[in-house]
């Protein structure tokens, strides 16, 4: 039992770093409908700027948890704009002109961007896995068994907590600010908007570059929860995200937040009852499943083929 | 007004624009360029590095490119140029009388080329890889091109194929003849298989839904030892011989049942001819496969599936018969690779050979069978080209490795590409039946399914 | 009269809380043109697709009737499958051609279960056997005649998207009925077109009426096509049938009066 509830706090913390990827997958497919398939490099890009301003700032291993915590807010905020100007750059360049091209075209280019960026970090950063010790260390333990000992580090609460206050920042955006009325009208009917005089560039250009502030602070926790980072974790960390955003239901908010948190529960109890090994193949099988049987997902509205 | 006016007039801006650009690359190239995290052992682990000169460069270059870019490509006054000419060759393709001549051409071209006083060793193991792809694009060409499929896991049925030959011939001793058509027949099955339960889904989903079952189809591959070797792979598979002659120095060996000296280039020229066949058979067989009925459904398909129900076209075994059969050939394909290498393990098998040869399907255009030749040799021969790249190293330094520029470069190549053309080399189609005269269709009117 | 060719039974569709269609029924006979007609979302395509297979009706019973007695309960059967099977063809509202492919193509599309089995299932066709050949041959001749009727023979070898709006309209009528069908459906067949394509069309129908042992349902807005040339009109508004009749009795009947024109004021 006190395993059990281990592996909950695990998944829950995992689940939230996919959850936190999802919102730009979900947020980018709702507007333009692509798959943006470079988005899980962005948030490897974020981990990267994340590990190197960390090291900048020679926060590792402090015990001291405001001193880490005000630390590691500057370290989020830097790395968010690093990949905020990537996210912004990668649909100007690469999407924006294939925009109302052949359907095809931009997901090739996503494909792309992907290649390049794992292969640019790859070139410059070296292809070795980045090590880094714990900046903020200790925790809490809640449960003492005979056998087991339940513990939440102070880490996974950060995560966690960060995870629901940044989820909140961002719903409101979506459902009060002019911002997200915007989106959403791109959303039903690009050209309207258009004639409407809202700035579908710009629209788009910011859903790109929050999508990509929230994959850095992603690439954060992840950093902070492994403590170890290469330039392939994009690669399944943004399947896995894009899974939990299907799960959720394409175009919904707490739908990917709720998908991320089912995909880390699942992959942390998989690999914890049956096979580690195989734990990717659970998390993509889900993946299968849930587009079969549910491919409008757990929030999402249903969708009425029009003949 | 005079271009001397014009250039004035839009200098000021013009170094504005740039100079945004080059702060812009300048934050992107900071985390990458400019510091680089190195491992030292510490306690840490870890410490920074600091190039500030390659910064430097790249930012520079950005800036260069930008004021280049907008002084020869970038459309002036805010007026897009109208479409330039098409280069002569991208253009001809697309003509069916052209088609016509270069085929055969390239047919005759590829059945000398072992015989050409440039091609050794490493030129012939480069023609066998450019028409590997060429093949696998073929394959998946009946997929994405045709039946308008997005399928990102092609790769899957490739390896399906290779382990199907390996596990054959080494368990049951199975010749490579005996094992191409099983292999074909498997990748078919799992093609229908994997195919059944995802294809009622739209693009973008079929998309990654093919992707996972790629990337599941390879964890298999690599955790399940007992079967497949896991990350060591299978080795010593049996090579393929001449007619039962073995390429060797024995007595019974090809070399000396003909009276030839012995040469292991005898063995790399039988290979070329073998996946030449295979190529040329996939070919033939794709060609009459479009002009048939169930090709006819396929392009249908891809151009309305609503309609399609309508006429009493059952899309689910349409959608499945298009899977299984570039399925198949991608099985045929694996098996010759298993051959050649006489080695596989999953590494051969990653999602980058996925997308390479989705690239070479979209990029070759999606119904050109010969778009998918040019591609193929853009694409891989291209990317070769990097490996010989070794000059960088006087501008990076020693421990600078040319071939991790060479997927750099080819995602690049990818992107450019695509914008460049976005519907690919030959973006026009042939009628598959006609009446008086064939004409081409242009590639504005073809559909590209429901996205 | 003989038993009808398609009679619909109580037919209701709900969407969520919406009823589109409520509780409607009604007969179509071969040989005879039946029209559809009703105000702006009167429940007129949905009927017309859970006819056709595209929506799964809620309720109710559709069967369609072959000579000699052959049944069918289409609200059971795949869309696909009603084509294939029970043959009925169908237009849409917003023409849904194979516009990448040319005319001939779209032609021989529709000619596609036939044609498989004619190539044994594309063995015998990658074979090129003799009997591909012919039923090839023949189905290109079967195209070339309703090409022919329609009047863009002359296009055959042009792309569906490249011919003009009223030419479209005709070829999806064409392919339609290169699928052999009993039951002709057509939505909004005259939409779009200019009066004199109008008129082309209501001599096509009453050919196809009168030659090719068919029945015709149509869901139309131009109320001119309509009283022209049906034998037979429904009137739907609200998802209910409000009349059924003739021409005549359908033009006099108070009902059909005010759902067109709301209430007659004093």
């Not at chain 1, 890009?45 to 880490?68: R, W």
């Not at chain 2, 970038?74 to 060759?89: E, S, Y």
């Not at chain 2, 490493?122 to 694009?137: N, R």
Request: hydrophobic share 50%; glycine share 10%; aromatic share 12%.
């Amino acid at each position: 039992m006190n395993y059990f509830i281990q592996q909950l706090i695990n998944g829950l913390t995992l689940g939230s770093i996919y959850g936190l990827i999802a919102i730009g997958y979900t947020m980018v497919y709702g507007i333009i409908g692509m798959v943006n398939f470079a988005h899980g490099d962005v948030f490897m890009v974020g981990a990267f700027v994340s590990l190197i301003t960390v090291i900048i700032f020679g926060v590792t291993g402090t015990t001291n948890i405001a001193l880490g915590i005000g630390a590691l807010i500057l370290v989020a905020a830097i790395s968010m704009f690093i990949a905020g100007v990537y996210g912004w750059t990668i649909e100007r360049l690469a999407y924006r002109p294939l925009r109302g091209s052949f359907r095809l075209a931009p997901l090739i280019t996503a494909i792309g961007v992907s290649i390049f960026l794992q292969n640019f970090v790859q070139a410059t950063q070296g292809a070795r896995v980045k090590p880094m010790s714990a900046i903020i260390s200790g925790g809490f333990t809640i449960l003492e068994g005979n056998d087991f000992v339940v513990r939440i580090t102070y880490m996974q609460i950060l995560i966690i907590v960060l995870t629901f206050l940044l989820m909140s920042g961002f719903t409101y955006l979506i459902s009060k600010t002019s911002l997200g009325r915007a989106q959403r009208a791109c959303e039903q009917d690009m050209k309207m908007a258009m004639l409407l005089g809202i700035d579908v560039n710009t629209t788009i250009s910011t859903t790109f570059v929050i999508g990509a502030a929230l994959a850095a602070v992603a690439g954060l926790m992840y950093l902070l929860y492994y403590g170890v980072i290469d330039f392939y974790i994009g690669f399944s960390a943004g399947i896995k995200a894009f899974t939990a955003a299907v799960l959720g239901g394409v175009g919904s908010l707490p739908g990917a937040m709720l998908g991320g948190l089912v995909i880390g529960l699942i992959e942390v109890f998989f690999a914890a009852y049956f096979s580690s090994e195989y734990k990717d193949v659970a998390a993509f099988s889900m993946l299968i499943i849930v587009l079969i049987f549910m491919p409008q997902g757990l929030l999402g509205r249903p969708e009425i083929e029009k003949v | 007004m005079s271009l001397h006016d014009q250039t004035s007039s839009s200098f000021l801006p013009m170094i504005k624009r740039s100079v945004i650009a080059t702060i812009i690359a300048f934050f992107l190239f900071l985390p990458t360029l400019g510091i680089k995290t190195s491992a030292s052992g510490g306690v840490d682990g870890l410490f920074l590095t600091y190039r500030w000169l390659l910064l430097a460069i790249g930012c520079g270059l950005i800036f260069v490119g930008r004021i280049v870019y907008e002084l020869f490509w970038a459309p002036k006054d805010g007026v897009q140029k109208p479409a330039k000419a098409q280069f002569g060759l991208v253009k001809a393709l697309g003509s069916a009388k052209v088609a016509k001549t270069i085929g055969p051409l390239l047919l005759v071209f590829a059945v000398a080329f072992p015989f050409l006083p440039f091609s050794d060793r490493y030129i012939l193991d480069l023609g066998i890889l450019i028409i590997t792809y060429v093949m696998l694009g073929w394959g998946l060409q009946i997929v994405v091109g045709l039946a308008g499929l997005l399928d990102l896991g092609y790769v899957a049925f490739y390896a399906v194929g290779a382990y199907s030959y390996a596990l054959l011939s080494i368990h049951f001793g199975f010749g490579f003849w005996m094992c191409l058509p099983l292999a074909g027949l498997l990748a078919a099955t799992w093609g229908i298989i994997l195919g059944f339960p995802v294809l009622r889904l739209r693009g973008d989903y079929l998309a990654i839904v093919t992707l996972a079952f790629g990337e599941i189809i390879r964890i298999i591959l690599l955790n399940w030892r007992g079967f497949t070797g896991g990350s060591n792979g299978l080795s010593s598979i049996p090579r393929p011989s001449f007619f039962g002659l073995p390429f060797n120095q024995d007595p019974g060996g090809f070399a000396a049942t003909f009276g030839l000296e012995y040469s292991s280039m005898q063995r790399i020229v039988f290979l070329y001819f073998l996946i030449l066949a295979l190529a040329v058979f996939t070919f033939f067989v794709t060609a009459r496969l479009r002009r048939l009925p169930i090709g006819r459904a396929w392009e249908a398909l891809r151009e309305d599936e609503i309609a399609c129900r309508s006429l009493g076209i059952n899309t689910v075994n349409t959608k499945l018969s298009a899977f299984a059969i570039g399925a198949m050939f991608g099985g045929f394909a694996g098996s010759f690779f298993a051959a050649k290498q006489a080695f596989v393990s999953p590494e051969s098998f990653n999602f980058m050979e996925s997308a390479t040869i989705l690239a070479i399907v979209v990029l070759g255009g999606m119904s050109s069978q010969l778009g998918v030749v040019f591609s193929a040799i853009a694409m891989v021969g291209g990317v070769e080209l990097l490996r010989q790249l070794q000059f960088l190293k006087v501008i990076f330094g020693n421990d600078f490795d040319p071939s991790q520029l060479r997927l750099l470069l080819f995602g690049l190549a990818m992107v450019l590409m695509m914008l460049w053309r976005p519907r690919g080399l030959v973006s026009t189609r042939m009628p598959t039946v006609f009446l008086k005269d064939k004409k081409t269709v242009s590639a504005a009117m073809i559909s590209q399914g429901r996205g | 009269m003989s038993q009808p060719l398609l009679s619909v039974n109580n037919l209701t569709m709900r969407f969520g809380g919406l009823t589109a269609v409520d509780a409607v029924s009604f007969d179509v006979y071969r040989n005879h043109i039946t029209a559809v007609i009703g105000p702006n979302g009167a429940g007129k395509t949905t009927a017309f697709n859970c006819i056709t297979g595209f929506y799964k009706p809620t309720d109710g019973q559709i069967v369609l009737r072959h000579k000699y007695d052959k049944e069918f309960k289409l609200e059971e059967m795949e869309d696909f499958r009603i084509s294939q099977h029970a043959k009925v063809a169908r237009t849409f509202q917003n023409i849904r051609l194979f516009g990448g492919m040319t005319v001939l193509e779209n032609l021989m599309i529709a000619q596609h279960n036939h044609l498989m089995k004619a190539s044994a299932y594309t063995i015998g066709g990658i074979f090129n056997t003799p009997s591909y050949q012919r039923a090839q041959e023949a189905a290109k001749q079967k195209a070339l005649a309703w090409m022919d009727r329609v009047g863009i023979t002359d296009r055959a070898d042009d792309p569906a998207a490249a011919l003009p709006y009223g030419a479209q309209r005709k070829l999806e009528i064409a392919r339609a009925m290169c699928t052999d069908p009993v039951l002709l459906c057509l939505d909004e067949p005259a939409a779009g077109l200019n009066p004199k394509e109008s008129e082309e069309l209501n001599a096509l129908l009453r050919s196809i009426r009168d030659n090719d042992d068919v029945g015709i349902l149509l869901i139309e807005h131009d109320m001119s096509v309509v009283m022209e040339i049906s034998d037979h009109i429904i009137v739907l508004d609200y998802g209910r049938k409000i009349s059924d009749g003739n021409a005549t009795e359908v033009r006099n009947d108070p009902a059909v009066i005010k759902a067109y024109l709301g209430v007659v004021e004093e």
